[in-house]
């Protein structure tokens, strides 16, 4: 059986994030997804046969409302994203591209930045056990950082995409 391999640069190109701007727009149409993810995983479930579980009376219906909107770099293709005692990291993707960063939230400022080596399209980012935990999407690499140095702690592997 012979299994084609797409070359890598046809794949780079198929995956290259679109042109255009993703700048304080972008970040403020991604906090209001998670706002209403957020919302509907509260909302309650129907049970089998179509009626509430457990509750009676008419349905709630949920709403928002933007209460802040911040900065932030246009050329940055966040993957990941956290906020941890007012500083926010991230992860960018792109391949030749990806980074992680320390971003002042009010200001948009990078104040730190470590850049990954091209080969790598840096996705999710989370905090654990006071570590910054950084993945790769297609190269099934992790990264764990310190997060005031960002010096790299240890590398890991993973059987799937991140």
């Known amino acids: 059986m012979h299994m084609y391999r797409w070359p ?3 794949w780079n190109q198929k995956y290259r994030r679109p042109p255009g701007r993703r700048g304080e727009a972008g970040l403020t149409r991604m906090i209001n997804i998670l706002i209403l993810l957020l919302l509907a995983a509260t909302a309650p479930a129907a049970a089998p046969g179509g009626s509430q579980s ?3 009376g008419p349905q709630r219906h949920y709403t928002y409302r933007v209460i802040a909107s911040y900065p932030h770099d246009p050329g940055a293709f966040t993957q990941g994203l956290v906020i941890v005692g007012g500083v926010l990291y991230e992860s ?3 391949y030749g591209r990806s980074s992680l960063r320390r971003v002042d939230l009010e200001t948009g400022r ?3 930045i470590r850049e990954m080596p091209a080969r790598y399209f840096g996705e999710g980012l989370t905090v654990h056990d006071g570590r910054l935990i950084q993945l790769t999407w297609t190269g099934k690499r992790g990264f764990v950082y310190d997060p005031d ?3 790299l702690l240890h590398e890991f592997t993973y059987p ?3």
Do not use: C, K
């Open 8 to 10: 890598a640069d046809r």
């Open 54 to 56: 457990g509750l009676s």
């Open 92 to 94: 960018t993707g792109l």
């Open 110 to 112: 990078v104040e730190r």
């Open 149 to 151: 140095t960002f010096e």
């Open 160 to 162: 799937l995409e991140g």
